[in-house]
């Protein structure tokens, strides 16, 4: 799930100074599970900005309203009938779910309540650990389901780099070293040949350094007509372009395989 955190009351009140009437708009779902931008949490954010609003001689006014998914369009439409309301959105989303308001409503500023952390999973109650950046091209078919781009510092994908002590990280101490673990996994379920396999280098042409991504998940669902003016006129991306052949594409050709 994503995990976010609040951002700092001083900086949120010097994101709304001289707003009078602002609605906060919480998430129901990832950022609700890690108690950044729920129902509840939301309320609380919205009392504690009034509240220091009146402590230093001003007013502000701020309602909440909780969507079950704020980064999907349908979920934030009943939005609209009472936002001319407001002076501004307060979004207690995520990242995403602040650019789906702001897309959305063009003609209202959205301030974001959240700094958006991670894709990560609880690991001990308060605690979340960042599993996956979305690198477009999983490796964890190789690696025992432990993702070697997030839970390695150097990012190595053909072993350890040699300075683990007693299996934790040498960059922290505090942290297992991911490739003590894939292997000790591997020894495990007797995969450790699988693992001596060499492979060719990861395709990155999937990650995010190209700029924007964009899926088409199911091509049944899929429907260009539906890419909006808005999108358009945003600058977003409106025909997909054909992608240059990737590093492992032109290895797995150089020997044969494609
Ligand atoms: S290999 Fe890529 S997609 Fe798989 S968990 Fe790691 S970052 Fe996520
Ligand atoms: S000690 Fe292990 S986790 Fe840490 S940088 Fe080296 S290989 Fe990566």
């Known amino acids: 799930m994503i995990v976010a955190e609040q951002k700092d009351l001083p900086d949120l009140k010097r994101m709304l100074k001289g707003k009078k009437k602002v609605l906060a708009v919480g998430c129901g779902t990832c950022v609700s599970v890690c108690f950044a931008g729920g129902q509840t949490e939301t309320s609380g954010l919205a009392a504690e900005l009034s509240t220091a609003a009146s402590v230093d001689g001003e007013s502000l006014d701020v309602e909440v309203k909780t969507v079950q998914r704020q980064c999907v369009q349908e979920f934030?439409?009943?939005?609209?009938d009472d936002l001319k309301d407001y002076d501004a959105i307060l979004s207690l989303g995520c990242g995403v779910g602040v650019q789906t308001l702001a897309q959305r409503y063009p003609d209202t500023r959205v301030f974001p309540g959240l700094d958006t952390q991670f894709m990560g999973q609880p690991v001990e109650p308060g605690v979340w650990e960042e599993r996956c950046v979305g690198c477009g091209n999983c490796v964890l078919e190789y690696t025992g389901g432990l993702c070697p781009i997030t839970r390695c510092p150097k990012q190595l994908f053909n072993g350890p780099c040699g300075g683990s002590e007693g299996g934790m990280c040498e960059v922290d101490l505090s942290m297992p070293c991911v490739w003590s673990n894939i292997w000790g996994n591997a020894e495990n379920l007797d995969l450790t040949d699988t693992l001596m396999e060499i492979r060719p280098p990861q395709d990155w042409s999937t990650s995010r350094s190209g700029g924007l991504r964009r899926t088409v998940v199911r091509d049944d669902l899929h429907q260009p007509s539906a890419v909006s003016t808005k999108d358009t006129e945003a600058g977003g991306l409106v025909?997909?372009?054909?992608?240059?052949?990737?590093?492992?594409?032109a290895f797995l050709r150089e020997i044969g395989i494609i």
């Open 239 to 249: 025909e997909e372009t054909p992608k240059p052949e990737s590093p492992e594409d």
């Open 76 to 80: 934030i439409e009943p939005l609209s």
